[in-house]
Each structure stands twice: as C-alpha cells, then as structure tokens.
C-alpha cells in the first residue's frame, strides 16, 4: 500500500548507504540529482494538470525509490514518466505513457525557460515506451508495494492542528502552511521520509504562525506540568527545532539548484551527470 510506503520511515542503514554514490556519485552530485528529480516531477504534474496531491505522491516515491536505487543503473529519464505513469493509474483522469513520455523528454531537453503546453511536446526520435514500463515494473519491484492514493499525509493533519489552534480561518497562516509542506520535499535531509506526518506539520504551523504574526499558545499545564502546544501534536522540542531549520533552509537549496539550471539554460546536464562513462 502506498500509504504503508508514504508513511513509513527510512531505516538508518538505508539513510547510511548511497547506492548513487556507491555507483560514483559525488554527494554534491546526487544532492543536484534528487532536486531534479523532485523538479521536475513537480513541473510535468502541473503541465498534465495532476492534483497537487498526487504530484507529490509521485516526489515521495521518487525519494524512496532513490534511496535503495541508482541514479546511474536507473537514470531520471525513464525513472520520471514511470513514477508519473504508475500514480496517473490511481487519479480520476490516467495519462497515456506517451503524453507523460513526451513530456519529460521535453522539459530534460528544452531550453529553460519551459515550452507552453504538453500537445506541443515532442516525444524523443525513438520513444522508449518498452523502457518506461520496465522502469515501472522496476519501481514496482524495488518498493514492494501494490499502490493505492489513499494516504496520510501532513497537509491534512495541518489543516486539523491549525483548527484546533484556532488558525483554521488565518488564510495567510494557512496558506503559509501548506506552502511550507509542499516545497519540504525539496529538503536535502528527505525529511519525509525521516519524519511522521504529526511532526512536519507541526513544524510548518510553526513557521506560518510565526512568519504571519500568529500567536501560538504560550503553554499549558497538564497534571502538574508544563506542555508546549506542540506536546499535544505529539511532537518534542528537538525534534520541532530541527524540522524548522530543514523547512527554514528549504528556501535556498532551491535558489542554489536553480541557479544552475539557469546558467546551464535548462536541465541537459541531468543526463551528463547520470552517464556511466560520466563517472
């Protein structure tokens, strides 16, 4: 089940081992090739007019799905459409692997930045349907799951918390929120995969209160002690600390990687950096 996958943490030995970097890999490297990845899955979901939801499916998967994998052995370009594919089965509205193909041949290939609408993309000389079914059955395999959409995910539990909290009808908290989990995918600690739903959303409540002059409840005692509002979310202050640094610091992992897209003018370099012969 996918909500079994979302949800479930990765192992420290997993987090330990690099099979990208085992492969050749420089850190700097991978980390370049995981915004990438997320990148561009966000950019294809939205050009295909994918729920928000489901792209990020797709992100999360993604991540997973490099942690036990290679970038080398499995490169974006058929590893992208596969994981758009096999979550595009589970929506309202699937997409035909040669529209989800052309299009993130496309945005590998096209000049930054991005063309218009997906009907004017063009597929590559050769389309590798074959490759994109196979890097399915591979995502399939290497995960062990038989996938379904129904999910937890924080954005819900945020939006529960922040009721609770009384900030429910803040729209720029709200807003602030459930932007601040959206774009967690993008944090180079794979913070989804490292942390439940309960503790990045109570970290993005915090951010958005903060950011929007919310006040938060100063605390609260229960039998005797003291408790932080984020007790009640059955979050520790350690934990909420680090999460605020890694959402905090999401902002300038993406002005770092964009900055190399724009100088690159666009994403080739993707395929260069995957290339065995590359190492």
Not at 4 to 22: F, G, R, V
Not at 54 to 73: G, M, P, V
Not at 205 to 233: H, N, Q, T
Request: glycine content about 4%.
């Amino acid at each position: 089940m996918v909500n079994a996958l979302i949800n479930a943490l990765a192992t420290p030995e997993q987090l330990a081992t690099s099979p990208s970097q085992q492969d050749g890999l420089t850190p700097a490297e991978e980390a370049s090739l995981k915004f990438a990845g997320v990148r561009l899955l966000q950019l294809a979901g939205e050009l295909l007019e994918m729920p928000r939801q489901h792209i990020l499916t797709t992100q999360i998967l993604l991540h997973r799905f490099y942690l036990l994998s290679s970038h080398i052995a499995h490169p974006l370009s058929t590893t992208l459409p596969a994981i758009l594919l096999l979550v595009s089965k589970f929506t309202s509205k699937p997409l035909s692997a040669s529209l989800i193909l052309a299009t993130t041949h496309t945005l590998l290939h096209a000049p930054y930045p991005l063309p218009p609408q997906p009907s004017s993309f063009t597929p590559p000389p050769t389309p590798p349907i074959t490759s994109v079914y196979n890097a399915e059955s591979t995502i399939l395999r290497t995960l062990n799951f038989t996938p379904t959409l129904d999910i937890q995910t924080p954005h819900v539990l945020a939006l529960q918390y922040l009721q609770m909290l009384g900030l429910l009808e803040n729209p720029v908290v709200a807003k602030k929120t459930l932007a601040y989990l959206y774009d967690a995918v993008y944090s180079p600690s794979l913070v989804y995969l490292t942390h439940p739903p309960n503790m990045l959303a109570t970290a993005a409540i915090y951010l958005a209160a903060r950011e929007g002059g919310a006040s938060l409840p100063s605390g609260m005692k229960v039998a005797g002690e003291e408790w932080g509002w984020w007790d009640v979310f059955d979050v520790e202050r350690e934990e909420l600390g680090f999460l605020v640094v890694c959402l905090k610091g999401v902002e300038s992992v993406v002005e770092r990687e964009m900055a190399r897209v724009k100088e690159y003018k666009g994403w080739g370099w993707v395929e260069e950096m995957e290339r065995a012969d590359h190492r």
